[in-house]
């Protein structure tokens, strides 16, 4: 009789080994659901009903899946009633209100301790808020027929899971870094729905480089929100400069950490078409440096607007402290340009 010399395996092992075929045919049945033939598979995650697939030579990135998340968050987008405006006694008259609250760094934290100075995501949100209604009462005496709210700017402190920016720059933060971005979101649809109800609201996405890829994925996330408002449209590219024409007036916004001041002028002049020569009034309202700069270039005011955070360790120690913190407005005349600033003040 010849020896049995074949290994015996533990009930333990059985187990494992039964798990792994149980897994291999839920597979297998993913695969064929999906159309996915199973040998270009390179791996997968599973537990319970739930598959991600990779497959071999393929790597999916946001730009892939966008249509399909988008497409998901539109039906399950809430539906809200077209505000009819009564057109103005004096149409001459009307004008645009820029709403920009920048840098508002959302998860920064900055410890009165150290640089007596209190930031966190509470007064975050509560400066901002305060700002934006402060803005809209001091321009209630000013006919408003549009409204450019000017999002991105650094609306996360950190771009990472480790507390990082985009480049790796780590930070002092408060809280997690998906609560930070429920927080913006909801900031974010509490301002527009107030916006709505005063004008139409244009909202135009600036990139930045403290959350470069979560800036843009909560762009995307607010718009997809609003999909279904006829009274809030949008301009969420990627692109660093964005150019809105309000009648005379040409007004850029970028963060302000790329292209020189100096070089905005003729950018402009390159990239915004026909509204350059059609337009008197020519404005580029910037971020990024939390404190006040204006001057002139080649006929393009360029503003750098106030931030509202607080400094943390980094900006005391160097020295970055004391510029007013607040949060920004501004009227364009729809023939005679800029005629107002609105400071909301902390």
Known sequence: MKKDIRPRITEAEFDILKDIRSQH???????EK???????????????????INVKGSQVSYNDIKDVIIQEMRDYAPEY???QREPFKKPEDAHLLVIDPADIHIGKLCSAFET???YNNKIAVDRVMQGVYGILEKASAFNVDQILYVIGNDILHVDTPKRQTTSGTPQDTDGMWYDNFLIAKRLHVEIIETLREVSNVYVQYDPSNHDYTNGFFLADTIQSWFSRDK??????????????????????????DGAKE?????????????DWSSCKHKYFYIHHIHHKRSKDIMGVTIEALRSPSGADSWHHRNGYVHAPKAVEGFLHHKLHGQIARFSHIF
Request: some cysteine; overall charge negative.
């Open 262 to 274: 100096n070089d905005l002028p003729l950018l402009m002049a390159h990239e915004s078409g026909n």
């Open 34 to 52: 999906q159309g996915i033939p199973v040998q270009d598979v390179k791996h997968y995650w599973f537990k319970g009903e739930h598959f991600s």
């Open 116 to 118: 007596n100075d209190e």
């Open 25 to 31: 045919e839920a597979l297998s049945e993913e695969c």
């Open 81 to 83: 009633i077209e505000v």
């Open 231 to 256: 009274n809030v449209q949008f301009n969420c590219s990627i692109n660093h400069r964005k150019y809105y024409r309000y009648y005379n007036n040409l007004i850029g916004t970028t963060h302000g």
